[in-house]
């Protein structure tokens, strides 16, 4: 049996108007005996919706996993969060498709997303935004930035 790390990562997305310059970020947490572990890293896109960057602040924090983990994955977005706990394997059955037959909006991430979740483990959770919760608001300072910076 394979052992897999035990793993936490904290998400965000954020976005300067809603289509407009946006950024992500992201948080991975491992515990050693020596103490946690962490790396941290964000991006952004030039044009682009909240929606996407919340998306893309999940899918790099998987990414950055060099092997599968057993992930506790933490996000204010209820978009990401509802997605990988119900909606994801509804829209797969369904060809992409939502329950109202219309196409699955940002299907491109939702796609990467699955093929990453694929990989590992992950129990979903969501935290309140801008709410006090450390690792939140340390996620997304680093989405912000990257936004602010494609101004």
């Known amino acids: ?3 897999r790390t035990k ?12 289509p407009g ?13 020596e103490g946690p572990k962490e790396k941290e890293a964000s991006g952004g896109e030039p ?5 996407r960057m919340e998306l893309m602040a999940a ?3 998987l990414i950055a996993l060099s092997r599968p983990c057993d992930v506790d994955l933490y996000s204010d977005s ?22 109202d037959g219309q196409a699955v909006i940002n299907v491109d991430l939702w796609q990467a997303l699955d093929e990453q979740a694929k990989r590992h483990r992950i129990i979903a959770h ?6 006090g919760h450390v690792e ?6 680093l989405a912000s930035q990257a936004a602010k910076a494609l101004q």
Request: contains cysteine; hydrophobic residues 35%; positive net charge.
């Open 1 to 3: 049996m394979t052992v």
């Open 7 to 18: 793993v936490e990562l904290y998400c965000d997305g954020a976005c300067l108007g809603n």
């Open 21 to 33: 310059p946006g950024g992500w970020g992201f948080l991975l947490r491992v515990p050693t005996p």
């Open 47 to 51: 044009g682009t919706t909240n929606n």
């Open 59 to 61: 899918i790099n924090g």
């Open 78 to 99: 209820q978009y990401v969060v509802k997605g990988l706990q119900s909606w994801l394997e509804g829209w797969k059955r369904k060809g992409w498709r939502k329950a």
């Open 126 to 131: 969501w935290v309140r935004g801008h709410d």
């Open 136 to 141: 939140n608001e340390r996620v997304d300072r």
